[in-house]
């Protein structure tokens, strides 16, 4: 993967941000695009990760998004997915074939995922974590 031109990757991760899965189709014609990293090792596929966004998320992967790509720190889109908490992100992923022996920031990625998240309050994300054997 290569890091591509920065205005491409801002433009990208605003599409992501507030939701506009028709905006990022435009910017995102094939794997290429899909697969684009920022100077830190950053996909727009961990971004929607963060944000959650299961329809950009499947749209990425149908685009050729690398399901088992890192950033520098070691995050991949499911280790995103699983900070945010956001349980059908995470089983889209998951399901893709995404890895769950990823070591975000050296931990695992269930000591990752317990660290914060905005759903926090209902723990599911931890249990499809658990339940596809990560520890």
Same mark, same amino acid.
């Given at each position: 993967?290569?890091?591509?031109?920065?205005?491409?990757?801002?433009?990208?991760?605003?599409?992501?941000? *507030?939701?506009?899965?028709?905006?990022?189709?435009?910017?995102?014609?094939?794997?290429?695009?899909?697969?684009?990293?920022?100077?830190?090792?950053?996909?727009?596929?961990?971004?929607? $990760?963060?944000?959650?966004?299961?329809?950009?998320?499947?749209?990425?992967?149908?685009?050729?998004?690398?399901?088992?790509?890192?950033?520098?720190?070691?995050?991949?889109?499911?280790?995103?997915?699983?900070?945010?908490? *956001?349980?059908?992100?995470?089983?889209?992923?998951?399901?893709?074939?995404?890895?769950?022996?990823?070591?975000?920031? $050296?931990?695992?990625?269930?000591?990752?995922?317990?660290?914060?998240?905005?759903?926090?309050?209902?723990?599911?994300?931890?249990?499809?974590?658990?339940?596809?054997?990560?520890?």
């Amino acid at each position: 993967m290569a890091v591509t031109n920065h205005k491409l990757v801002q433009q990208m991760h605003q599409r992501i941000k *507030v939701g506009d899965l028709l905006g990022l189709r435009k910017l995102v014609p094939s794997s290429a695009e899909a697969n684009t990293q920022n100077r830190y090792g950053w996909t727009p596929l961990m971004l929607a $990760g963060i944000a959650g966004n299961t329809p950009i998320i499947d749209f990425l992967l149908s685009a050729g998004a690398a399901v088992d790509a890192v950033n520098n720190f070691g995050e991949s889109a499911l280790a995103c997915a699983a900070l945010s908490g *956001v349980d059908r992100a995470i089983q889209t992923l998951l399901d893709a074939g995404a890895p769950i022996d990823v070591r975000p920031h $050296g931990v695992s990625l269930l000591e990752y995922a317990a660290r914060g998240g905005r759903y926090l309050t209902t723990q599911r994300h931890l249990e499809v974590l658990r339940k596809a054997g990560a520890t």
